[in-house]
């Protein structure tokens, strides 16, 4: 991943929240501002008809990016260790992962911790 696009997450990760961040991976609400970020998540069969050729080359985009992102939110201070412990899982989680379907599963868990996030804030 290059820098900006890592520079890109963490602005998205400090400044928009983690949860607008995987809405917008999974396609809703998407801004044509950072068009990179509007269709991580897509099923397999519309991955080569939206231009992202195989879908092993998009799932390990997809991964990557939301490796980096999950990695950016255990670093905030007002997570606690037993989340950060959890997120650390889900990154190992998303390393193993071999289909899209097992991407959304790994994101319902994240916002749930990006939810309990919030509202300490």
């Known amino acids: 991943m290059t820098n900006t696009a ?7 990760v400090e400044n928009f929240s983690f949860e607008t961040l995987i809405n917008r991976s999974m396609g809703s609400g998407h801004n044509d501002r950072y068009p990179e970020f509007s269709n991580l998540v897509l099923s397999e ?9 195989t ?3 998009h799932l390990e985009k997809t991964k990557r ?3 980096k992102a999950l990695s950016l939110l ?9 989340k950060k ?4 899982e889900l990154v190992s989680m998303v390393e193993k992962t071999t289909h899209s379907s097992e991407i959304s599963k790994i994101v319902s868990h994240a916002l749930d911790i990006t939810n309990e996030y919030k509202e300490r804030l």
């Open 6 to 12: 890592v520079t890109e997450v963490k602005h998205y």
């Open 45 to 53: 069969e519309g991955m080569s008809s939206r231009g992202f050729g």
């Open 55 to 57: 879908p092993d080359k």
């Open 65 to 67: 990016r939301l490796s």
């Open 74 to 82: 255990m670093k905030k201070r007002i997570i606690s260790k037993d």
């Open 85 to 88: 412990l959890l997120l650390a």
